[in-house]
């Protein structure tokens, strides 16, 4: 499906700012955007880097869980594109090596290479300091696995301090590098409150969802049958919050992400200051992203799957590039995608990303100079974790669908199904204009019928145009 990897890229060119910067990305995992913070609230480290860049308000991934919205950031391809569809395990194999990915393209046109903490894209990880050196990452230090309860509190300050000590040790490389820095919370929340108890945290002033939806009946089934699942990982919440008891368990829910935000804020802190202490701050671009949301009792729902809500896609985008600052503190509405972070950070670095295979992202170092434009009216969505449907047999949890400025529209259905006809699926529609909860779904009205079948055509082009690679297709 993939050539092999070049020996040596193209000769890499500056960008518009004449200079090649490093690289430093700090990651999250399962951090939606959508979190309304109480009044007292803060996140500094999130604040300071969105007031030295441009916020991505309205960036997503393009699938979800953990491993399949990775894939998409390190590689620029679409889950299906690059077989990364659940995550990696017995069922799921690794990213293949031969895909390359934001290491492989940096690292050929001359920039020195770290990964540091959760990883997430090959089922074993090790100790050793070259392990990740067929994805294009010189050193690899203190990996990370799946996630398992708690480990997001106990391992993220090592993952810090290792950060830290990295970026005092290359404070005088005249080499460009790239160093990503992946934490594992807020994930701790997954298991939430199963493992934890719910008042071990101050009430930082968090609020029952807006949207909290007791009957998910006008939605499709797999949303219903996933609710079952967050009792059984993270233990049972309330499924109607009428009750004053019950909207105090879930606003206590709301602390604890509230308090693992904090968590990864301070840690953010130390590793910003770092990067100050070492000189080096005037020539790295600071990239801040999560792999995927939370729903966070968005729809009574929580953790990650096959939803097409915003509280599961819409996740942070900050780039910040101190040779702009005429954009410094400035929001970008438009559309964005994982697929996109590749062909970016490849053009901050110099680098034509495309020389190393079939691209459909888009490079958006313009939008760091003109906020207020565009480079897509719609992106794809895509999602076939098979544990995001439990395995149960005949349960419609593979989504092919789109997001553009106004609407969500998603089809579910089965592995078997995906390139079936319309009788084979289930469908779901918001218009986040009118309904910015996404509660009324409009595949329920016949009146939308002519929408409906507008943006499910868009689908199909929109398979046809982004699953297309290579020549091969992966519907």
């Given amino acids: 499906m993939f050539a092999a990897l070049p020996a040596v890229a193209a000769q890499p060119t500056a960008d518009a ?17 959508e979190v309304v913070l109480p009044s007292g609230f803060s ?12 916020t991505f308000g309205l960036h997503h991934t393009p699938t979800a869980p953990c491993s399949p919205a990775r894939s998409t950031v390190f590689t620029g391809l679409h889950a299906p594109v690059n077989g990364v569809l659940d995550n990696v395990g017995a069922a799921q194999p690794d990213l293949s090596a031969t895909i390359p990915t934001l290491g492989t393209m ?3 046109a001359g920039y020195h290479t770290c990964y540091i903490g959760k990883w997430h894209l090959t089922q074993n990880i090790t100790t050793d300091p070259a392990y990740l050196t067929p994805y294009g990452f010189d050193e690899a230090i203190d990996l990370l696995a799946g996630g398992t309860p708690n480990e997001g509190t106990q391992q993220d300050p090592g993952v810090a301090q290792q950060a830290e000590a990295w970026l005092a040790a290359h404070a005088a490389d005249s080499q460009p590098w790239l160093c990503v820095v992946s934490f594992v919370n807020p994930h701790d929340m997954m298991f939430c409150p199963r493992f934890y108890r719910l008042d071990d945290v101050p009430d930082y002033g968090a609020a029952v969802p807006t949207n909290f939806e007791s009957d998910l009946s006008s939605k499709p089934p797999v949303q219903t049958v996933w609710r079952g699942e967050n009792e059984a990982v993270g233990g049972a919440m309330p499924n109607d919050v009428a009750a004053p008891d019950d909207a105090h368990q879930w606003r206590q829910w709301g602390n604890w992400y509230l308090e693992l935000l904090r968590r990864t804020d301070v840690l953010m802190s130390d590793v910003l200051d770092a990067l100050d202490a070492s000189g080096r701050a005037a020539d790295t671009v ?11 009792g968005g729809h009574g729902l929580r953790q990650k799957g096959a939803m097409i809500y915003q509280e599961n896609l819409r996740v942070p985008l900050v780039i910040a590039d101190p040779r702009r600052p005429t954009t410094h503190g400035s929001t970008s509405t438009a559309l964005t995608s994982h697929i996109d972070v590749v062909p970016t950070l490849a053009s901050l670095a110099g680098i034509d990303a495309t020389a190393f295979g079939p691209l459909v992202g888009h490079d958006l170092t313009v939008l760091l100079d003109q906020p207020g434009g565009s480079v897509r009216t719609s992106l794809l969505v895509t999602s076939d974790a098979t544990s995001s449907g439990l395995g149960l047999p005949g349960l419609r949890y593979c989504i092919r669908g789109v997001l553009t400025a106004r609407y969500s529209f998603g089809r579910y259905t089965t592995p078997d199904g995906i390139d079936g006809p319309p009788s084979g699926y289930t469908f779901e529609c918001y218009d986040r204009l009118a309904d910015p909860g996404e509660l009324h779904n409009l595949a329920n009205d016949p009146s939308r019928a002519s929408l409906l079948k507008d943006l499910n055509d868009l689908v199909n082009q929109l398979i046809a145009d982004e699953l297309q690679v290579g020549g091969t297709a992966h519907a």
């Fill in 286 to 296: 600071v990239v801040r992203l999560a792999d995927h949301g939370e729903m966070g």
């Fill in 106 to 108: 940096v690292k050929a």
């Fill in 43 to 54: 996140l500094p480290a999130r604040d300071r880097v969105a007031s030295d860049g441009v």
């Fill in 17 to 33: 700012t004449g200079s090649r910067p490093n690289l430093l990305i700090l990651m999250t995992d399962q951090e939606r955007t």
